[in-house]
């Protein structure tokens, strides 16, 4: 089984702090993003990542950062974290594959992340 | 551009059947895909369904594609109070390279 780790279930932070989130899978996936999810407006999609130190805007970039320095590894910066970065933050995987192949993302337990 | 629209609540009594819907817009979509996320976690790939098939079955879970409508629906037969959750329908367009379109989520409560 494919298995995606979040490293902290639950984070707390201040305005202005910068906070590193780390998503780590064990299936050599070449595919890794990052969403945040809010009440009322599901998954928004921050950053994406096809390989190692490649990276790709998603929806909403806008004071978030990433690096992909290794292929299990994937994390999402907040450079200045504010309170309106106060959210549930999942990271998924996939494999590469042609645009014909089944490709479903696989899921960490997400971390809950308030900024004070 | 693409998007995916899901119904927000759903509530049934135990052990009636859920049908849980969704429409899409993107007419290239090569496969559709279920996700279940229970409260506190991550999404769970629940099931999926290639762009050719119209029924796929599996156990209590039975997936309808109406490739013509652009529509999409998740039934699940005897309801039990585990499957309370939240259930996003997501689809991948031809050529996204990986990325899915996801639903907002429907709020399935299944009452005793």
């Known amino acids: 089984d494919v298995k995606v780790t979040q490293s902290s279930r639950y984070l707390v932070k201040r305005t202005g702090e910068k906070v590193f989130l780390e998503c780590v899978q064990d299936?050599?996936?070449?595919?890794m993003f990052w969403y945040r999810q809010d009440p009322g407006l599901g998954l928004r999609l921050i950053y994406f990542s096809y390989d190692v130190k490649m990276k790709e805007k998603g929806d909403i970039p806008e004071g978030y950062s990433v690096s992909r320095e290794k292929k299990e590894r994937f994390s999402l910066i907040l450079e200045s974290a504010s309170t309106n970065q106060t959210s549930m933050y999942l990271c998924?995987?996939?494999?590469?594959?042609?645009?014909?192949?089944?490709?479903?993302?696989?899921f960490g337990d997400g971390t809950r992340l308030s900024i004070l | 551009g693409e998007d995916v629209e899901q119904s927000l609540f759903l509530s049934v009594r135990e052990g009636d059947s859920s049908v849980i819907n969704c429409t899409y817009t993107?007419?290239?979509?090569?496969?559709l895909y279920w996700y279940k996320q229970e409260p506190g976690a991550g999404l769970q790939l629940l099931t999926y369904i290639f762009s050719n098939m119209d029924m796929k079955q599996d156990q209590r879970l039975t997936v309808l594609l109406n490739k013509k409508d652009k529509h999409l629906s998740l039934r699940i037969a005897d309801t039990q109070t585990g499957d309370s959750a939240i259930y996003f329908c997501?689809?991948?367009?031809?050529?996204?390279?990986?990325?899915?379109?996801f639903g907002k989520g429907t709020k399935l409560s299944v009452k005793p």
């Open positions: 998924a995987s996939s494999l590469a594959q042609g645009e014909w192949d089944n490709q479903p993302q696989h």
């Open positions: 997501a689809e991948k367009g031809e050529g996204s390279q990986g990325n899915l379109i």
């Open positions: 299936m050599d996936h070449e595919n």
């Open positions: 993107d007419s290239s979509s090569t496969y």
